[in-house]
């Protein structure tokens, strides 16, 4: 069965440093790939998606995502983080015609 | 534009009552989606529609799980009767059609609690 898994549950960081986040899934076929965003009280939200094309894909508020199909992998990336990032982050795995899975999430702290 | 809308963002009920959860996903989507989020995990699809029509409740515990979705817009989900494992939040999500790369949006959930 198909799967998704995130490297880890939880990360600290204080303001301005580096964020990578880890997602790794399972299926080797064709997918589609999302990076969701929780912040504290409010519903779930796109950062980014990646069908085809440039495996380097920009999202909103400075990140961005990798997909590196030898690895099966599609990590979130942000150069500098902020306070206003703490949020808890998904990532989704599609194949065509099925339903999204979801990965565990990994919680962000950035600590002010 | 209105996003996805549900109500009620909470409820609490006692073991064995029944409860219902309803979603008004956005205008013109047809694809609407349950999915279960228990604590510290990614959400899980309970039952997706195209439409009226309801193509994957593979993973709805229809002993005590239902819903519908009258006129393809609207849609409830109904617990009867509720177990204390069922406590967890109710996400209705939507898009545009059943493409696969169809980006859904969340509504804000129901958080029930199960006493």
């Known amino acids: 069965a198909q799967s998704v898994s995130q490297h880890n549950h939880h990360v600290i960081l204080s303001e301005a440093a580096s964020l990578e986040l880890g997602c790794n899934y399972s299926?080797?076929?064709?997918?589609?790939l999302f990076w969701y965003v929780q912040y504290p009280g409010q519903h779930l939200q796109l950062l980014l998606k990646?069908?085809?094309?440039?495996?380097l894909v920009k999202g909103i508020k400075g990140f961005e995502a990798e997909f590196i199909k030898s690895k099966f992998s599609f990590n979130l990336r942000k150069p500098s983080v902020q306070w206003s990032d703490t949020a808890e982050y998904f990532c989704?795995?599609?194949?065509?015609?099925?339903?999204?899975?979801f990965g565990p999430g990994t919680r962000l702290s950035v600590l002010p | 534009e209105a996003g996805v809308v549900q109500s009620p963002r909470y409820k609490i009920i006692e073991k064995k009552q029944p409860v219902a959860f309803w979603c008004n996903p956005i205008?013109?989507?047809?694809?609407l989606y349950w999915y279960l989020q228990n604590l510290g995990q990614g959400p899980e699809l309970l039952i997706r529609?195209?439409?009226?029509?309801?193509?994957?409740d593979s993973q709805l515990p229809k002993d005590r799980f239902s819903a519908e979705r009258l006129k393809g817009v609207d849609s409830t989900l109904k617990i009867q009767p509720a177990e204390l494992g069922d406590s967890a939040v109710y996400l209705c999500?939507?898009?545009?059609?059943?493409?696969?790369?169809?980006?859904?949006?969340f509504g804000p959930g129901t958080r029930l609690t199960v006493l």
């Open positions: 999500a939507s898009s545009l059609g059943g493409a696969s790369y169809n980006e859904q949006f």
């Open positions: 299926y080797g076929g064709t997918v589609n």
């Open positions: 990646y069908f085809s094309g440039d495996p």
């Open positions: 989704a795995v599609i194949l065509y015609g099925q339903n999204f899975v």
């Open positions: 205008s013109g989507h047809n694809t």
């Open positions: 529609y195209e439409n009226e029509e309801a193509v994957d």
